[in-house]
C-alpha cells in the first residue's frame, strides 16, 4: 500500500484568489492523478500528472484554471486559480503502484466564498 | 470506457454476508472491474480488483461472472464499520495511466 497526505486539509478562500494543494507519498510513483467531488456528488478525474513532463487534463478542465506540477515521483501540487463559488469541492489526489492497484488520499476540502 | 451500473442503495445485517451487485455489460477482454468505498469525507478506500477469476482478499471477495458482464463483491461479514459509498468501476487503460472513472456507487447502510 502507499501513505499519501495533503496539505492543507481544508481551506476557505475568497472568490479570485488562487490555492495550492500538495500531495505527498511515501514511496516512488510512475503516475499520480487529482480528482474533484463535488458536493454530494462522485468523484471526477481531473488530470494526470506525469513526472517531468506535463499533465493529462480531462474534458472540461483546463490547464489555466488547474496548473499541476510533478516535480519528482513522491510529490505534486494542484492549483486552483481565480476560484469561484463553484469550485468548492473536495480535492482528492491518488497514486498507482505497480500492481495496479490506486490509493487516495484524504482529499482537501476547499470553501470558496 | 465501460459504464456500470449499481443500485443506489442497499441496507444490510451486521454480522451478515453483504452481497453489492454491478453490472457491466460493456466491458472489454482487458479491462479489469475494481470495487472502491468511500466512507464519509474520507478518500476512497482500494477494496480489491480482478479480471476474469474469482479474487479474495482480507477485506472481500470479487465473484465475476464467466461472460464478465457482472460481478459481486461479498463482505464476508458486515459490521457498522462497513457502513460506506461502494464503487464498481472498470478500469481502461491508457498510455498515460490507468484512469479510474467513478459512477454513483451502492450506498450501503449496515444496520445493528
Known amino acids: 500500500s502507499a501513505v499519501i497526505s495533503q496539505k492543507p486539509s481544508r481551506d476557505i478562500c475568497q472568490r479570485g484568489t488562487s490555492l495550492t494543494i500538495q500531495c505527498q507519498v511515501d514511496?516512488?510513483?510512475?503516475?499520480m492523478f487529482w480528482y474533484r467531488q463535488q458536493p454530494g456528488q462522485s468523484l471526477t478525474l481531473i488530470a494526470t500528472?506525469?513526472?517531468?513532463?506535463?499533465?493529462?487534463?480531462e474534458s472540461g478542465f483546463v490547464i489555466d484554471k488547474f496548473p499541476i506540477s510533478r516535480p519528482n515521483l513522491t510529490f505534486s501540487t494542484l492549483t486552483v486559480s481565480n476560484m469561484s463559488p463553484e469550485d468548492s469541492s473536495i480535492y482528492l489526489c491518488s497514486v498507482e503502484l505497480v500492481s495496479y492497484e490506486q490509493y487516495f488520499g484524504p482529499g482537501t476540502r476547499l470553501t470558496v466564498t | 470506457d465501460a459504464k456500470t451500473t449499481q443500485p443506489p442503495s442497499m441496507d444490510c445485517a451486521e454480522g451478515r454476508a453483504a452481497n453489492l451487485p454491478c453490472n457491466h455489460s460493456t466491458i472489454s477482454g482487458n479491462e479489469y472491474v475494481y470495487w472502491y468505498r468511500q466512507i464519509h469525507s474520507q478518500g476512497p478506500q482500494y477494496i480489491i480488483h480482478g479480471l476474469k477469476n474469482n479474487e479474495t482478499n482480507e477485506m472481500a471477495s470479487l465473484i465475476i461472472t464467466e461472460d464478465r458482464k457482472s460481478s459481486t463483491l461479498i463482505l464476508p461479514h458486515a459490521t457498522l464499520r462497513d457502513t460506506a459509498v461502494y464503487y464498481c468501476?472498470?478500469?481502461?487503460?491508457?498510455?498515460?495511466?490507468?484512469?479510474?472513472?467513478f459512477g454513483g456507487g451502492t450506498r450501503v447502510l449496515v444496520k445493528p
Open positions: 468501476i472498470v478500469r481502461v487503460a491508457i498510455a498515460a495511466g490507468n484512469k479510474l472513472t
Open positions: 500528472a506525469n513526472q517531468g513532463s506535463e499533465a493529462t487534463y
Open positions: 514511496s516512488q510513483v510512475t503516475m
